[in-house]
């Protein structure tokens, strides 16, 4: 399983980014995919999430109505549009999966996903 991340930048407040994660190595329709966030000095956080198996998604209260999370199962890709950005989403941002079995519920616990891609920086300041 591999996982390459991209789209961080440097943007203003209000502005918007999009992250890509693109996977290999798995199929998606069995998997979860999620993004996280690790800010310095603070504890790794779990941002959203997606089932590849039926595209409920999850997201952490902090993001939620600001950032859209989607996934394109053809390309093994998915993404984390960030709209409406502030400050405090400053961080490096991590893509992660992992099998899904029948019945368990997605998850923003980092614990539940066992391969990880590189960071992407995203930036939010003036």
């Known amino acids: 399983v591999q996982l390459q991340a991209s789209g961080g930048g440097l943007v203003q407040p209000g502005g918007s980014l999009r992250l890509s994660c693109e996977a290999s190595?798995?199929?998606?329709?069995?998997?979860?995919m999620g993004w996280f966030r690790q800010a310095p000095g603070k504890e790794r956080e779990g941002v959203s999430c997606?089932?590849?198996?039926?595209?409920?998604?999850l997201y952490s209260d902090s993001v939620k109505g600001r950032f859209t999370i989607s996934r394109d199962n053809v390309k093994n890709t998915i993404y984390l549009q960030m709209d409406r950005l502030k400050p405090e989403d400053t961080a490096v941002y991590y893509c992660?999966?992992?099998?899904?079995?029948?019945?368990?519920?997605?998850?923003?616990?980092?614990?539940?996903?066992?391969?990880w891609g590189q960071g992407t920086q995203v930036t939010v300041s003036s």
């Open positions: 190595g798995f199929t998606p329709d069995f998997y979860v």
């Open positions: 997606i089932s590849g198996k039926d595209g409920s998604t």
């Open positions: 992660a999966t992992d099998y899904l079995p029948i019945g368990m519920p997605i998850s923003l616990d980092s614990d539940e996903y066992d391969y």
